[in-house]
């Protein structure tokens, strides 16, 4: 397992409440460049930057010529050559992840129908692809949580209207088996998922910009505790992408209110239990 000591600690350390992004993203990912070994930059891009690739690729497909918006791992001629072979009678599955091919061979045929949301649907192919082939256990859980946090606020939403909610879970397993068919308050699901009773907080959230900004707390938190035991390892790299891009979405927030609010929720969900108690001060 490869150590980047070196990367991390000339890091600057970053918080949620702060009011500008700790560092430029071109910044990080140059050095992120520079130092990763082969497997871990190849994880990087299947695993982090695919994400922005899927993102693209609907940008691409409703406008050949516009003007991509994240920055991933392929360029416009690959998107060109993923369309092209998606379309084919025999499409090729092997230069691009599959789920990308079929979701761009079924765009004409999906992309006008009511209530179609590519960028939900992409993001939940994403993370179904992300945690059945990674190899890398900590990125696994992450975009697992990430999906049972959808799926649990889903769940309570259509609960809460009296929809059918087995009709908007996304995937299998056990947590969207409970969420389609417990009655309960938690679904049964508190000895499952620690963060539930978070959830059910932030469900209760009238204010959908609050509400955004809990469920980056709680993402933000469990990013910390996860790579607690692990500063130096790939995890800890990722899991500071992953906050740059949280920084990010943020930065053109009001300032001093969104800081305070941040500030407030961090202090509010991260609690004195999720420190262990040999490392409290």
């Not at 691409?60 to 010529?65: G, I, M, T």
């Not at 590519?118 to 192919?125: A, Q, S, T, V």
């Not at 009655?183 to 699901?189: C, E, G, I, P, T």
Request: hydrophobic share 40%.
């Amino acid at each position: 397992m490869a150590n980047y000591y070196c990367l991390i600690a000339g890091l600057p350390d970053i918080e949620l409440a702060d009011t500008q992004p700790g560092m430029p993203m071109e910044d990080f990912i140059e050095q992120m460049n520079d130092t990763l070994d082969y497997w871990d930059a190849k994880m990087m891009a299947n695993y982090f930057f695919l994400l922005r690739d899927c993102q693209n690729l609907i940008t691409f497909l409703k406008d050949p010529e516009a003007e991509l918006k994240y920055e991933g791992a392929m360029n416009k001629e690959q998107f060109t050559d993923l369309v092209k072979s998606a379309t084919e009678m025999n499409f090729n599955v092997h230069r691009y992840p599959q789920f990308m091919s079929i979701f761009a061979r079924e765009w004409a045929f999906n992309k006008d129908k009511k209530g179609y949301y590519p960028e939900d649907e992409i993001l939940y192919l994403f993370y179904e692809y992300a945690i059945n082939t990674c190899k890398n256990e900590f990125v696994r859980e992450w975009y697992q949580m990430n999906m049972n946090i959808n799926n649990v606020l889903t769940a309570l939403l259509a609960r809460k209207y009296g929809w059918n909610i087995s009709d908007y879970i996304k995937g299998e397993g056990d947590v969207q088996d409970k969420l389609r068919e417990e009655n309960s308050a938690d679904f049964d699901l508190s000895r499952d998922l620690d963060y539930l009773k978070e959830l059910i907080q932030i469900a209760e959230q009238e204010d959908p910009v609050k509400k955004e900004k809990m469920i980056d707390a709680l993402k933000w938190i469990w990013l910390d505790e996860n790579t607690f035991f692990n500063n130096f390892g790939i995890e800890a790299v990722f899991a500071y992408l992953c906050k740059l891009e949280i920084q990010y979405r943020w930065a053109n927030l009001d300032v001093e209110k969104g800081k305070e609010t941040f500030e407030q929720i961090v202090e509010n969900l991260r609690g004195e239990a999720r420190v262990p108690s040999e490392y409290k001060v």
